[in-house]
């Protein structure tokens, strides 16, 4: 009797860790949930994870892919990896729209996401990062050179 329970115990056991709650798909709550989720799982170098919070398209998957490819240094993974978020402004374009400007503590450097809301999911258009201009929200300062006099 006691072994039948054990075995009984142990396949259990087995089903539950195959019904990992962590393998189903990760959803956000709102706009800046979809932003932290996709910036933290990127500085803990989980490109996977990031990607469930990812608007998906081929150019999105490309870039990701070449963010992959960049090869850091033990200090700069960890220096990531402990890193916080810092967001410095939240620009709501409309009811499905965000822009998003943060940082993180370890590189300081201001970048820009936008989050757009696709069938009821917060997802980030990580295309984004790279085709906005100068990481900011605000109009370029006109050069008194371009001026018309």
Not at 2 to 29: D, H, M, R, W, Y
Not at 83 to 94: E, K, M, R
């Amino acid at each position: 009797m006691k072994k039948i329970l054990t075995l009984l115990s142990f396949l259990f056991f087995c089903l539950v860790a195959c019904n990992n709650p962590g393998k189903q798909a990760l959803k956000s709550e709102n706009d800046l949930d979809a932003v932290r989720n996709f910036i933290q799982a990127a500085l803990y170098g989980k490109y996977d994870e990031a990607r469930n919070y990812m608007l998906p398209d081929s150019i999105n998957e490309e870039r990701m892919r070449l963010i992959e490819r960049v090869k850091l240094s033990p200090d700069e993974k960890r220096g990531l990896a402990t890193a916080s978020i810092n967001i410095h402004n939240v620009n709501p374009v409309n009811d499905s729209t965000t822009i998003v400007i943060y940082s993180n503590s370890f590189k300081n450097d201001r970048d820009t996401l936008k989050v757009v809301r696709v069938k009821g999911q917060w997802l980030v258009d990580f295309n984004y990062l790279f085709e906005h201009d100068n990481d900011t929200l605000m109009k370029k300062p006109v050069n008194k050179t371009d001026s018309i006099k």
